[in-house]
């Protein structure tokens, strides 16, 4: 699977898997250091196509820079999750994210959120991190 629609179905089978209401991943391009998101499912706009992180940046930022499962629960009145655009713009309150690894290092991040507070199991983690080990990005990214 290395091509945009073929994400795109993965990312839909992924939300309805882990009961989530949005899934997207993002590529890291290493030359210039950010996080692009590149496919989703469930968005409510196509915002996230515009986003750009950094290393240690956001939820998406923390997997790239400690190579680790990320998982963030915000209420919904708390300022802390706009400093996350991601979770702020898709009104996650919810979200758990997971390195995508290949033979070189991190190639980016497989992310899936919720839009009411209810926390993820580890079946669901575990469904997510099983999603990411079969995940192969495309050579170039659409936009």
């Known amino acids: ?19 989530s209401d949005f899934s997207a991943v993002a590529r890291y391009e ?4 950010l996080i692009r998101w590149i496919a989703a499912s469930g968005q409510r706009s196509e ?10 940046e956001g939820v998406a930022g923390e997997v790239i820079r400690f ?6 629960g915000y209420g919904p009145d708390d ?6 655009f991601m979770m702020h713009a898709e009104k996650l309150l919810v979200a758990a994210a997971v390195p995508i690894e290949a033979e070189d290092g991190r190639q980016g ?6 839009r009411t507070p209810i926390p993820y199991a580890d079946r669901e983690l575990n ?8 995940m192969k990005l495309p050579v170039e990214a659409q936009s």
């Open 47 to 56: 915002r996230y196509r515009h986003m750009r992180k950094r290393p240690g």
């Open 109 to 114: 991040v497989l992310l899936i959120g919720r």
């Open 67 to 72: 190579g680790t499962a990320v998982v963030r």
């Open 127 to 134: 469904v997510l991190k099983d999603a990411a080990r079969d």
């Open 30 to 33: 290493h030359e210039v250091r």
């Open 1 to 19: 699977m290395s091509d945009i629609p073929s994400m795109e179905r993965v990312l839909a089978a992924l939300r309805a898997s882990t009961d």
């Open 79 to 84: 300022e802390k999750r706009s400093d996350d």
